[in-house]
């Protein structure tokens, strides 16, 4: 079975750092790009990161370019989102998704907090 | 950035009958587009990719149209579990979602 569980998510002051995960389980995760999506509380989803399978190539939304970096490490079947600058209209849901063009298979989400 | 707009924002169904929800893409997308269903405190699903394929496991009652730059996603035959909220997603030049269709009883 195709599994994503993100983690990291916690409560965090205006201007700080944070560090999410995503595991991957149940393919071949050096075979597949995976993005990053947030959801606001009582809001939409918002697309803001990709990278290809092998992290040659690394995509974001105007909303977090130059403060979120995303990586990953096939050895590990691991995807991480780095936070920083964070401001209270980053707190989200954020979720990691598989990619096939569109995103196919999501994790359940880790709830990021921002605030004083 | 292509913007991508649905309609209605809350459409009121009964169990049984059908609907229909809208999406259009602020310039062309091809049919590159796909539709998600959310349900409180989940993770979105996938339904339709390439405007029309249904996903793995989807149920027929489910089907993707498309117009142009206009999209819709009918469902028939409502079932309890179909009550939710339904994203479109523009992944032609980068991911725009919409902002979401919710359907209510």
């Known amino acids: 079975e195709v599994q994503l569980v993100e983690s990291g998510g916690v409560v965090v002051q205006p201007g700080g750092s944070l560090r999410l995960s995503c595991a991957a389980s149940?393919?071949?995760?050096?075979?597949?790009?995976m993005h990053w999506v947030r959801q606001a509380p009582g809001k939409g989803l918002e697309w803001i990161s990709f990278?290809?399978?092998?992290?040659?190539?690394?995509y974001y939304a105007d909303s977090v370019t130059g403060r979120f970096t995303i990586s990953r490490d096939n050895s590990k079947n691991s995807l991480f989102l780095q936070m920083t600058s964070l401001k209270p209209e980053d707190t989200a849901l954020y979720y990691c998704?598989?990619?096939?063009?569109?995103?196919?298979?999501w994790g359940k989400g880790t709830t990021v907090t921002v605030s004083s | 950035e292509i913007v991508m707009t649905q309609s209605p924002d809350t459409l009121s169904v009964s169990p049984g009958g059908s609907a229909t929800l809208s999406c259009r893409a602020s310039?062309?997308?091809?049919?590159?587009l796909a539709w998600y269903q959310q349900k409180p405190g989940q993770a979105p699903r996938l339904l339709i990719y390439?405007?029309?394929t249904r996903a793995t496991g989807i149920p027929a009652r489910f089907r993707g149209g498309a117009s142009g730059t206009e999209f819709t996603l009918t469902i028939s035959s409502l079932q309890s579990e179909d009550f939710a909220v339904y994203y479109c997603?523009?992944?032609?030049?980068?991911?725009?979602f919409g902002q979401g269709t919710k359907v209510e009883i």
């Open positions: 998704a598989k990619d096939s063009v569109y995103m196919d298979v």
């Open positions: 149940g393919f071949t995760f050096d075979d597949y790009a």
């Open positions: 990278i290809s399978w092998d992290g040659g190539s690394t």
């Open positions: 310039q062309s997308v091809s049919t590159n």
């Open positions: 390439g405007a029309s």
């Open positions: 997603l523009q992944y032609h030049n980068w991911w725009t």
